[in-house]
């Protein structure tokens, strides 16, 4: 059984997170992902592969709607592909019962003394591959049900 959201995180948008028409600003969008994902992987400290040194190898976010001050922002995170040597971690905003964004990070798993590509252990795989994400065909369908992460 997999688990969508994996984890949720509900940053404070501060003021000065505004661009000049009153929206959080599509930079600090990504910012915001980078936090609530470092902090779900210090939830996992204990996985070789999370402790490893990794390297962000791609960050894609798709703009829904606009972030607004105010209401509550809710950054969930869930795990798409996980591969030999790297895996996804999904994300969605969700302010007002409405997806604001959604996107992905592919993190490559880092060897600490060569700082190369290594290999992902298959308990850490197996560990990665219990969580869930979202439908990337039905993004702003909230009723929709998370999908298996994907291992390969």
């Known amino acids: 059984m997999t688990a969508f959201p994996a984890f949720v995180a509900t940053p404070q948008i501060r ?8 929206h959080v600003n599509n930079a600090r969008i990504v910012t915001l992902v980078e936090q609530a994902r470092i902090d ?7 996985r070789e592969a999370i402790a490893a040194p ?11 709607t606009p972030v607004l001050y105010g209401p509550e922002l809710q950054v969930q995170l869930g795990i798409g592909r996980v591969g030999g040597s790297s895996f996804t971690i999904t994300c969605r905003g969700i302010q007002d019962g409405a997806v604001t964004f959604d ?3 592919v993190m ?18 197996e560990f990665l591959s219990q969580f869930g994400t979202f439908d990337p065909a039905h993004v702003t369908d909230l009723s929709a049900e998370p999908l298996a992460a994907a291992a390969g």
Do not use: C, F, H
């Not at 779900?40 to 204990?46: A, C, E, G, S």
């Not at 798993?109 to 298959?122: G, K, S």
């Open 15 to 22: 003021w000065s997170d505004l661009d000049l028409l009153g």
């Open 103 to 105: 996107g992905l990070n």
């Open 54 to 64: 990794k390297l962000v190898a791609r960050v894609e976010l798709n703009y829904r």
């Open 108 to 125: 490559v798993v880092l060897d600490p003394e060569t700082q190369r590509p290594t290999r992902i252990p298959d308990t850490d795989r």
């Open 40 to 46: 779900w992987l210090n939830t996992m400290r204990d």
